[in-house]
């Protein structure tokens, strides 16, 4: 890694970071354990002084990693949105506005993040320095995280040097930055793949620890309850790690929208969580007081109500899907209607609400409306965007009317929007897939790692129940343990569950983290992950006597 590529990322000298940085710390990092050792010695003892030692080498790891922490967190925001910045260049670009002020523009949108700075930066290297574009552009390519955004910088250099044009150069190179977005999309999507290897081995592995946990007590007398304690610790915290590793591996590719206006699904979604936990809450009652239901059903009766708010969720996510497969066709036409029409974007948007766009179709009507009064037009954009709850069409719409409303030429914006937003989805239609084999195997592994935990403790139970039952004559030592008395099955079974309870929500989550959808979605999966692993734990539990053949 370039240290000059890393310092202006960070915003600073190299002088800077060590007086304002790594100084102070080092210097606490040195200063705490002596302190610690001056002031208090009886304390500084065995495994405690072990660990005021590596005080030092923590504060070392901190400033070693921060930098490289700040590089790759800058180099995904300018990746994430560069398929976006790309589409809204080549929009700008066909207003015929100066290449300064197309480069302001972009610097001023904050959606791009990291990538609006550095463009910022390309126009304060042309308009306060005095440099070229070219010189601009090859001075941050030199500098920028992203070999995406430099390697498209050293392009845009080399054409304004030949004399190119800029809406030519900015047309053509649309393809070339959506085929580089797509082979860091699809290496994304293959590591999916990984993620569902590594989730299988770590849960067969960790299906061998627990049950080794319920078995353990019968061999060497261990407190059970510890044990299973352990057990539970160890595989929601293998399971929450591999939840994390997935969502640094995953694109960053949203569904939902992200803008501050709150529609009729949002307010439906926000209400309906509430009114879950309630109705949970009246569920609890009767199951707890009254009916003696086995643990293992009475937990997934009882947060059953959840699956109200995932579907809600659920329904919602698949309206905006239909909706982003409609749009590509709908900006196509008014694009191509408004270019007829002279970039009369009002008459086009009436000719076209007598048209069918599906799910879309009511979203039009409103947007005609609220265009026609007048008053905000990029606002009524948002509020489409908004009303179908796209994070695509929140995007590409407010670059297609701050195009039209610049004087760009409508017919060629709707061109590039429309491509470049169809690759996006046919993108999208392959992670939805790879989510859908994800669930097939989340499933399949939670009536494994339930059917096999549950039998294991029957057998278990079976076996200190004879044992308990059985003389065994005075004197006689078997090594063994069973018979004891000290296991507590119903607790145990409790302990199970919690398990079970913990490792559905912890798939649902990342069934959510591999497809991009709403939070509120993991409600769906995790009721019916609940319910797999209840029913053949159930099943588990009652089949060991039968088979056996234990009366």
Known sequence: MNSKILFHVMGVSQKDYFIKFVLPIMTMGIAFPILIILIAPDLVTGSIKTVVYMIPLF???????????VYQSKRIQI??????????????????????????????????????????????????????????????????????????LDRFAHAVDAGEQIEDFLRSEQKVVMNDFDTMYKAALNSIDLIKE???????????????AIIMPILT????????????I???????????????????DMIWHSLDIVTKTDRLIKIS??????????????????FDLPITISISIILTPLILTG?????????????????????????????????????????????????????????????????DKMKSWNYFAAGTGSNLIERFGTIFAEGTHIGGKPEVIGEIIGDNFMHIVSLRRLRYNSSSSLIGILYGLTAGVAFTMFLTLSIVEVLNNIFVDAAIPEGLDVGLFIGAGGMDVALLTSLLMGMMVLHSLLCSMLIR???????????????????????????????????LGIA
């Open 273 to 290: 969580f509430p009114i879950s936990i309630l109705l949970c809450m009246l569920i609890s009652i009767p199951v707890i007081f009254i």
């Open 79 to 152: 990746d994430q949105n560069m398929h976006y910045y790309i589409t809204h260049m080549g929009v700008l670009s066909t207003s015929q506005m100066s290449r300064k002020e197309l480069l302001k523009r972009l610097s001023n949108n904050e959606a791009y993040e990291y990538l609006a700075e550095e463009t910022g930066k390309i126009y304060m290297l042309m308009e306060d320095w005095g440099l070229s574009l070219a010189q601009s552009c090859r001075f941050i390519a030199r500098r920028t995280p992203s070999e995406l955004f430099a390697d498209f």
């Open 221 to 232: 007398g261990m407190d059970a309850t510890m044990l299973m304690v352990g057990s539970i």
């Open 513 to 547: 983290v591999v497809d991009g959808g709403h939070f509120f979605n993991i409600y769906t999966h995790f009721v019916g992950l609940l319910w797999v692993s209840s029913i053949c734990g159930e099943i588990s539990l009652n089949s060991v006597v039968p088979i």
């Open 198 to 212: 590594t989730f299988t081995s770590m849960i067969m592995a960790l299906i061998f620890l627990a049950s080794f």
């Open 311 to 375: 579907q809600i969720a659920r329904r919602a996510e698949n309206s905006i899907k239909r909706k982003d497969s409609n749009f590509a066709s709908f900006i196509r036409s008014l694009g191509s209607s408004a270019g007829a029409r002279g970039g009369l974007i009002n008459e086009s948007l009436r000719q076209l609400t007598y048209h069918d766009f599906g799910p879309l179709t009511n979203d039009v009507t409103e947007l005609y409306k609220r265009i026609v009064t007048r008053v």
């Open 59 to 69: 504060f070392l790891f901190i400033i070693l990693f921060y930098p490289y922490s």
């Open 234 to 252: 160890l595989f929601a915290g293998t399971e929450a790690l591999l939840v994390y590793f997935a969502k640094l591996k995953v694109p960053k």
